[in-house]
């Protein structure tokens, strides 16, 4: 079966930190790029990171400097470590499957292959 899992979300005190893991399984990340999103209540969906199969990474302006994206393709697995978290952060995060490359300017939710069903961050003051 063809799918993405998040895991790894929780509660934290803001200042804490989690560690988000999106697993592929009946599929190989290697050809894939993942972008994390994440949805508020209330809010749309809004980009996150990417990780592009060649190395690149792109990072919301929101996160800079406090979250970061890894690959370990043995694992079959994508992580974005959160760190710094805020109460703004609060929000269920998703990881989707597109090939190679990051998507462009806007982080676009079409075009995707694969969606994780989410896991849910809450950071509380």
């Known amino acids: 079966q063809v799918q993405l899992v998040e895991s790894g979300g929780g509660s934290v005190q803001a200042g804490g930190s989690l560690r988000l893991s999106c697993a592929a399984s009946?599929?190989?990340?290697?050809?894939?790029?993942i972008t994390w999103f994440r949805q508020a209540p209330g809010k749309e969906r809004e980009g996150v990171s990417c990780?592009?199969?060649?190395?690149?990474?792109v990072y919301a302006d929101s996160v800079k400097g406090r979250f970061t994206i890894s690959r370990d393709n043995t694992k079959n697995t994508v992580y974005l470590q959160m760190n710094s978290l805020k109460p703004e952060d609060t929000a269920v995060y998703y990881c989707?499957?597109?090939?190679?490359?990051?998507?462009?300017?806007?982080?676009?939710?079409?075009?995707?292959?694969?969606w994780g069903k989410g896991t849910l961050v809450t950071v509380y003051s």
């Open positions: 989707a499957a597109e090939k190679y490359y990051c998507s462009g300017y806007g982080w676009p939710t079409s075009g995707k292959d694969y």
């Open positions: 009946g599929f190989t990340l290697d050809y894939y790029a």
């Open positions: 990780l592009s199969t060649d190395g690149g990474t």
